[in-house]
């Protein structure tokens, strides 16, 4: 027995069967952790109600494996005591197959949380589906950046010339490219904060209103009731007030119709009037009920609103006119008087009629 824990003794003494023992041993436990992955990590994430925590188990699976196996020969090349520059080589060989390994599983861990949170938008709202493409974008840009640094660390490169050389061109692109990144984080800000959707009618700071037919990350499209598309840049559009008309609890909007009658004329009967120019008329709600009210003692006339609710705001521009031209023929049957400018002039008198007779040239003959 003695004998044999010698010989034993004696083999570990030697570094290439320490070596070996060493890889055997990494192979091992990679093979473990591949089974306890896929029979009891695996299984149990397969219970789970999402299938997110599967998809990182299964992401994370390989790499851990991989991993191991790296390792173990690293620990072996150490213990090999070779050349220093075959160490050194060699373990750079092996942490630059890490920092690749590693970087792939990030990129797909980075995705799946994305993915998952775009569909989560009653929780995350500054993550959908339109601003997904711009967020995975960001992911690669930092996780191959992570990596390249990593790669450079691996083969003891100093990178401080080259964080400094990336900040001075990040600097120089950043002021060359700044109305396209301010129109791109305006885009973002938009799609999170939702102030208004396709569908929408807006109306800008210029007057320009129409429907908002896209939302993208440079601009947003709409389109007038002239059939006219206008392209607005989001970062206008992100420092404008705007006003959303479909915004609210519903889409309903109401209109108003100003209209004056002359003094001295039947109050009550032109408010019954203008009540009645709503019946019939299509796209008015008939819920809030149209009213109208007295507003002022005017220059010319007393002055009433018409107020009534339509069903959308694509629909105003109809209601308006055909609510006008009910006003207009109602109040002429009924022989109310819309007034309207005007100047009365009243002369007191007339001169002598010698003042204006043109003067007798026969005197001066």
Known sequence: MEQISKIISDLFQ???????????????????AKIVFSRVILSLSRKT?????????????????????????????????????????ALGVLKSLAVIIWGSAAMRIGTIFLEFLSRQMDRVSWIQPKTL???????????????????????????????????IVGIAVGFAAKDTLAN??????????????????IILDDGIRGVVTDIGIRSTRLLTRDDVEVTVPNAVIGNAKIVNETGGPHQKMRVRIKVAVAYGSDVDKAREILLSCVKGVDHVCDHPEPRVRFREFGDSGLLFDLLAWIDK???????????????????????????????????????????????DRSIDK
């Open 14 to 32: 030697m570094p290439v069967v320490r070596a070996g023992i060493i890889l055997v041993g990494s192979v091992v436990a990679a093979l473990v």
């Open 313 to 359: 705001p694509v629909y105003r521009g109809l209601v308006l006119d055909a609510l006008n031209t009910m006003v207009y023929k109602a109040f002429n049957e009924a022989g109310i008087e819309i007034p309207y400018a005007k100047h009365d002039v009243y002369i007191k008198g007339l001169p002598d009629n010698q003042y204006f007779l043109p003067p």
């Open 49 to 89: 109600k999402t299938q997110v925590d599967n998809q990182l188990a299964e992401t994370l699976r390989d790499p851990i494996v991989y991993s191991l196996v790296l390792a173990g020969i690293a620990w072996a090349v150490v213990d090999l005591k070779l050349n220093p520059s075959v160490t050194f080589v």
């Open 133 to 167: 493409p711009m967020f995975e974008i960001v992911l690669k840009v930092m996780v191959i950046g992570g990596s390249v640094y990593f790669a450079f660390v691996a083969w003891d490169i100093n990178v401080t010339s080259w964080v400094a050389s990336a900040g």
């Open 184 to 201: 791109l984080f305006a885009g973002v800000f938009i799609l999170a904060d939702t102030p208004y959707q396709i569908g929408d009618f």
